[in-house]
Nanobody
Framework: QVQLVESGGGLVQAGGSLRLSCAAS????????MGWFRQAPGKEREFVTG????????YYADSVKGRFTISRDNAKNTVYLQMNSLKPEDTAVYYC?????????????????WGQGTQVTVSS
């Protein structure tokens, strides 16, 4: 059974940092693109960042560029999201998603698996 399990969310003050992790089990995703999406209350799920299979290509939503960093450790079948300079508008449930082989873009339809999400709350 394929599972993606996110962890590392929590409550943080504006300007603070959090590091999210996404551990995959049930199969390897070493050759799949991975991504992070988020969904705030009353809003649609939106793309945050993605990384290709090797980690050599990363891409970000404009709203998080320069503050968030995605990385992966294929030996551990784990993806990370380092979030710095957090803002109240970053408050959302963050979902890790596994995409297609080698590369997936910014559209959720390109991702086939996702986790249960982890809550990130940024207070002002």
């Amino acid at each position: 059974q394929v599972q993606l399990v996110e962890s590392g969310g929590g409550l943080v003050q504006a300007g603070g940092s959090l590091r999210l992790s996404c551990a995959a089990s049930g199969r390897t995703f070493n050759y799949n693109a991975m991504g992070w999406f988020r969904q705030a209350p009353g809003k649609e799920r939106e793309f945050v960042t993605g990384i290709n299979w090797s980690g050599g290509t990363t891409y970000y939503a404009d709203s998080v560029k320069g503050r968030f960093t995605i990385s992966r450790d294929n030996a551990k079948n784990t993806v990370y999201l380092q979030m710095n300079s957090l803002k109240p508008e970053d408050t959302a449930v963050y979902y890790c998603e596994a995409g297609r082989e080698y590369y997936s873009g910014r559209y959720e339809g390109e991702y086939d698996y996702w986790g249960q999400g982890t809550q990130v709350t940024v207070s002002s």
